[in-house]
């Protein structure tokens, strides 16, 4: 099967865009990806578009990928709308693997965006919330706040987490955002307002929770035959995999990890042929701090329980040996539901050929992406390998 | 790149039914896939799922594709909610192709389920309605028959279509469905009936629409490398071709065509080595009489113009030369949304494996569906071959 490479990579800024419509946002990262095609790329070369989005209340809710494509001129071409919840475009980024990988197409776009801001139409802000489990979690009260703080409870217990690991994972994130002009929060922020922030679900803070943001994102994958003609610096998707799980908490064995996580690695790490020693940087899943920490241990970069112990010990940070979410992460970049999933990647595409401006990894050579659904209802994770890797 | 093959397909009957939920509805058509697989398969055998839904209104909106695999017990594995209005479920039978080709799977479930009946969100019946273009059709008063009415107004006035042409298309969809235990409306209707029912949108009458429906279809794709370990009498995708078009009505250059269809079939054919005059019989996507019109046209069976005499000739009733809709298509047999692209494929799987009884077309070996997203945002086609044409 033909090899699949990231050619071209881009995005929005992350934040709240009252005079952009969906349409508008999107082409605005499809025309910063085209942008960053080393040899230039025509509309008419891409053969196939995954579109991650999961809801644009009051707008179109059929059609809805074909709605964006024709907004920024991709006329004719298959275009379908993925869902996965907040995984959505890291599946459409997946989706474009396999449709290079078919035969079927040889340059595919994936992206995603989300409006989440908007609230236009009363009912949008709760149906983000029925991206969990509807029946046995919201209809029962639980917010996505409230499961992740149980979760984060449940890790406390089990291994001895600490609150201030919580907030240390979330300092790192606005010191790395900070450094990245398309963050929605990208401001720094101290140990002791993450600790002292207001409670939003015991026992996370407000600076323990990512924001609702608008934004969009976009990734062009090409297959190996064409690669040569759009850029000499690609980006290899060396492994990709994914993975669901039961979509409520209440259906799995443990609070303290997330086995779609863990499949989906183990499956990307077997298709790369690496394993997550041989990772120089990662952008992970942290809609809320302790997501960070099981991502750590799911991933395998830290022993089970050890999640805490690699943030005390700087490991994740810019300047340690395994840099993560060095976008600034769903936490300070934002979290504009789908187009996290691409956006991830290209923050990957940065790091790999060397973009990445204030918050490089020096010698970057193997990246990971991992986007979760729900509460771990479903995973994807990428493994890249930047332009040196191949040569 | 590897063959794929329809190795089981399934479907719920299509109808109105209040005390069952898309979840339980799916479950129906899923088992009802594995039952057909002559060999049997266990669900540990599925590598990935995809899954065409538009909305759910009031229950799960993130995540319904994990919600509706756990429920069938698909633990783990991969599954993505796909997205293209009414064309949903054929793009997932494409999506399981692509998997099957990308050597990323070998056994795939793709299917779809829509509960429309259901408007215990009061939204619902609403989002249903945005499937078409929003800004500019629903938000100025455009219903959905409006928009297929302005299309049969065009071609009457381009070629002379009659409406009792539309008519006569009814007939023939309820005679079918009257031999169709599955279908929502199976029940005959005589052409006076269709020509005096109420107007819904002039020049279209009530018969001239299909009804909206609950229901779930779903379909067993697998590669070439283990399709014997399941069947002897696989059905082979011998060729899939999909394309967009601008959503709304008023970005095409013509009201009597659809591009989509045309490029979608084009790709299809190409692919099989076929062309429209090898086709045995048809499931297209008759929305609305016109539409089934269109089809003829656009899927080469006539030339542009002449759909209205096919059906005058008789060529497409079930003694035809080319039955077309022998479940009794949308109109008959139902629209459940999601559902109905993997339903006109498990209605070929019948027909290709002599398993269609009183509807049975004799020594049909090459079937062909066609499923529309809106009223032609998204085209879908398959060409279909049945095991004799391999052996």
């Known amino acids: 099967m033909r090899d699949a490479y990231v050619i071209g990579a881009g995005g929005s800024q992350y934040g709240a865009f009252p005079t952009e419509s969906y349409r508008s946002m999107f082409r605005t990262a499809f025309e910063s990806t085209t942008a960053s095609v080393d040899n ?32 920024v001129g991709l006329h004719g071409v298959p275009t379908t709308r993925l869902e996965n919840a907040c995984a959505a475009s890291g599946y459409a980024v997946r989706q474009a693997v396999q449709a290079v990988r078919s035969g ?34 919201r209809m029962a009260g639980t917010t996505f706040s409230g499961v992740y703080a149980q979760i984060a409870s449940a890790h406390m217990a089990e291994y001895g987490t600490e609150r201030e690991q919580l907030s240390k994972i979330a300092v790192k994130s606005h010191a790395n955002g900070a450094l990245n002009p398309d963050a929605h929060l990208g401001f720094e922020c101290s140990l002791e307002q993450a ?38 610096t690609p980006v290899r998707i060396a492994g990709v995999g994914a993975a669901s799980d039961g979509v409520g908490l209440f259906q799995r064995d443990s609070y303290t990890s997330l086995p779609a996580t863990k499949q989906a690695a183990e499956t990307a790490y077997e298709m790369a042929g690496v394993g997550p020693e041989d990772v120089d940087f990662a ?57 996290t999933g691409a956006g991830q990647v290209y923050e990957a595409f940065k790091q790999l050929r060397g973009d990445a401006g204030d918050r ?32």
Chains 1, 2 share one sequence.
């Open 104 to 137: 079927m197409a040889d340059v595919v776009l994936a992206g995603g965006v989300e409006m989440m801001t908007d609230l236009s139409s009363d009912t949008t802000r709760y149906w983000f919330g029925v991206s969990g489990e509807t029946e046995w979690e």
């Open 195 to 232: 600790e002292g922030a207001g409670v939003v679900a015991d026992p996370l803070t407000l600076y323990h929770c990512c924001p609702t943001s608008d934004g969009a994102a976009a990734v062009l994958v090409a297959s190996e035959d064409v690669v040569e003609q759009y850029t000499d």
């Open 40 to 71: 230039g790329i025509d509309a008419g070369d891409i053969d196939e578009a995954f579109i991650g989005m999961i809801s644009i209340g009051g707008r179109q809710l059929g059609l809805s990928g074909p709605a964006v494509t024709e907004h």
């Open 283 to 339: 952008e992970v899943h942290d809609c809320f701090s302790i997501a960070e920490i099981l991502a750590y241990e799911d991933l395998g970069f830290c022993e089970p329980g050890e999640g805490g112990q690699l943030i005390e010990d700087g490991v994740t940070t810019l300047e340690g040996d395994l840099p993560v979410n060095t976008s600034g992460g769903l936490k300070s970049k934002g979290h504009p539901i789908g187009a």
């Open 360 to 391: 490089q990894v020096e010698g970057a050579q193997v990246g990971l992406t991992h986007n979760v659904g729900g509460s771990g209802g479903a995973a994807v994770v990428h493994v890249l390998e930047g332009p040196e890797v191949d040569a």
